[in-house]
């Protein structure tokens, strides 16, 4: 059971630039997955998750941290097993490791975050 | 600035039993249940404590949660050198409709 994130880069503030999750050992469609980012010497911040597509009422919905409202899109790719992050307008305070993780507990207790990817750096910077 | 306050640092020596606190408001902490995270630097973190007690398996029963009013605490207890790490604290916020973190504790082991 893991997650492999790719696509960190280094990008120009304004700029766009997609990560991606790759799972294995388990199937994202079934799962909440979320996206947790840390910027340099800083602490954990969630920016956004998208809904197991099992989930009774809210099958495959998004939701985002303010800070990334309207500029980040989280997806997957069912056939791929696979989660992305599209971050546009990107800017300097976007700098950070990105986290891919897996979700466990949403709609009962506090979301806990019982796997997560090696992360992945994005520098925005000019 | 977190909404949920952790010191922000922590130390012991080999042996001995650390508590890191963590708290918050009746929106997160006061309804809803904490989790805890560790992160040894350059790593990811790594699920430590869910629903303020439970542990995943592999995590030791030398590391306990607790949770009461609007605080929780994390306990470590035969402090190893391995233990040092930064910790977390996490809980939902029912009026930011996020899940929180908090600042953070780094923990020294002397």
């Known amino acids: 059971v893991q997650l492999v994130e790719s696509g960190g880069d280094s990008i120009q503030p304004g700029g766009s630039l997609r990560l991606s999750c790759a799972a294995s050992g388990f199937t994202v469609r079934n799962n909440y997955m979320s996206w947790v980012r840390q910027a340099p010497g800083k602490g954990l911040q969630w920016v956004a998750v998208i809904y197991t597509g099992d989930d009774r009422y809210y099958a495959d919905a998004t939701y985002y941290a303010d800070s990334v409202k309207g500029r980040f899109t989280i997806s997957r790719d069912n056939f791929r097993n696979t989660v992305f992050l599209q971050m546009n307008s990107l800017r300097v305070e976007d700098t950070a490791v990105y986290y891919c993780?897996?979700?466990?507990?949403?709609?009962?207790?506090?979301?806990?975050?019982?796997?997560w990817g090696q992360g992945a750096l994005v520098t925005v910077s000019s | 600035q977190s909404v949920l306050t952790q010191p922000s640092s922590a130390s012991g020596t080999p042996g001995q039993r650390v508590t890191i606190s963590c708290s918050g408001s009746s929106s997160n902490i006061g309804t809803n249940t904490v989790n805890w995270y560790q992160q040894v630097p350059g790593t990811a973190p790594k699920l430590l404590i869910y629903?303020?007690?439970q542990r995943p398996s592999g995590v030791p029963d030398r590391i306990s949660g607790s949770q009461s009013g609007t605080s929780a605490s994390l306990a470590i207890s035969g402090l190893q050198s391995g233990d040092e790490a930064d910790y977390y604290c996490a809980a939902w916020d029912g009026s930011l409709n996020f899940v929180l973190f908090g600042g953070g504790t780094k923990l020294t082991v002397l």
């Open positions: 993780t897996r979700e466990q507990g949403r709609q009962v207790v506090t979301p806990y975050f019982d796997i």
């Open positions: 629903r303020n007690n």
